[in-house]
């Protein structure tokens, strides 16, 4: 099966529009071929690749509505799962985040390439961008443990807007960890949503915290500091 048409398969099952499909396609194209030159993912397999990243950040879509929302990806990488979001519900307003420059150059090409508009790539640190509560929704796939994410993401996030880690399954504990961290920081725990990726066997978690009130102005911490002694 062309990867495309696994892609086609996987948004259906999902009950995705497919029509962005090729959009979607030209991102990971540029992905994989920049990926020879540069780290961007382990991940070189195209049908993986459709799976594990396209698959996976369109399962947002799934659980949410983010029409016409404001959305921030915090560490973003090579760009997931912000621009398949932005390329599948173009209403979104993307600001993509990440501390390496390389990536970040390398988002920007992409878009001009892909003539996207209402996206903002920012070559920064989360703790350093000065931006509070403008955003709608923080969404991260990074590996950073969630009480740790929690105070990187939800300064960025609007009173009434929402926050949401992408995890793996067994993540519980983590979660259970991360509550104290959730409330201090003007959030609350909403829900848990597994989805199972079409095509593999993989199950991933949506962890959704809504904003319900300000952020405390010390949060967030420089980066040694949050990370030497987690909330």
């Known amino acids: 099966m062309e990867t495309i048409e696994l892609l086609r398969q996987g948004m259906a099952e999902y009950g995705l529009d497919t029509a962005s499909a090729e959009g979607l396609m030209t991102y990971l194209d540029a992905m994989l071929a920049k990926n020879e030159v540069m780290n961007l993912t382990a991940i070189r397999d195209p049908e993986e690749a459709v799976k594990l990243h396209l698959l996976d950040a369109l399962s947002l879509l799934t659980d949410f509505d983010f029409k016409g929302k404001s959305v921030i990806d915090v560490g973003c990488g090579a760009g997931l799962p912000g621009m398949p979001l932005r390329i599948a519900e173009p209403s979104v307003n993307l600001t993509l985040l ?26 920064a640190r989360a703790e350093e961008t000065g931006m509070r509560e403008c955003f709608d929704v923080a969404v991260s796939r990074a590996v950073a443990q969630l009480n740790v994410l929690s105070e990187l993401c939800l300064p960025f996030v609007k009173i009434g807007g929402w926050f949401c880690a992408m995890k793996a399954v067994a993540s519980q504990e983590e979660v259970d960890t991360a509550m104290s961290a959730i409330k201090k920081l003007g959030g609350r725990l909403d829900r848990q ?30 980066y040694a500091k949050i990370k030497a002694s987690p909330l």
């Open 98 to 123: 990440d501390a390496t420059g390389k990536k970040i150059a390398f988002l920007q090409e992409c878009c001009d390439a892909m003539g996207l508009s209402n996206v903002t790539c920012l070559h």
């Open 193 to 222: 949503v597994d989805v199972k990726i079409p095509g593999t066997d993989v199950v991933h978690r949506l962890v959704w915290i809504e904003k319900i009130a300000p952020t405390p102005a010390a949060y967030p911490r420089r």
